[in-house]
């Protein structure tokens, strides 16, 4: 009976790893739209402070932390649902833990690509700063009197 137990945990973790395989959901465009994602929240965040030209950028490990909230959200509605999907009789307990060793198992084997997402939205909210930035002074230099 433990062994049967055993086998259908490896074949599930199998079935998993496919389907974050299947859905693709890693693909570089989908880390460049969370890249962008961060930089606009970041920037919705400190709108004033960067209006105001107090801005200090985050640092990476800010970014990156953002960066990885946001890739949890998105894994855990996208993946769970495939979970829930392909492995029914899964208690929900189960399917949990299943989504938390598919998430280790990627930020485990793409961490470059997650530290490439993370720079791709410090470089994206860098350059939406400044021309945010540069427009505020063109403003202020129109309606100063």
Do not use: W
Request: aromatic share 6%; net charge negative; with cysteine.
């Amino acid at each position: 009976m433990n062994n049967n137990t055993k086998s259908t945990d490896v074949s599930e973790g199998i079935l998993g790893d496919q389907i974050v395989q299947y859905f693709a959901f890693f693909e570089e465009s989908s880390l460049k739209g969370i890249a962008k994602k961060c930089s606009r929240l970041m920037i919705n965040e400190n709108f004033g402070v960067i209006c105001s030209e107090d801005y200090a950028d985050p640092s990476f490990e800010e970014m990156q932390e953002l960066v990885l909230e946001e890739l949890r959200g998105n894994f855990d509605e996208k993946v769970a649902a495939a979970i829930a999907q392909t492995c029914p009789h899964l208690s929900d307990d189960q399917a949990d833990a299943e989504l938390i060793r598919l998430e280790k198992l990627y930020r485990k084997e793409h961490g470059e690509q997650i530290r490439a997402a993370t720079h791709a939205a410090i470089k994206d909210l860098k350059a939406r700063v400044k021309n945010l930035q540069k427009e505020v002074k063109t403003l202020r230099r129109k309606y100063t009197l």
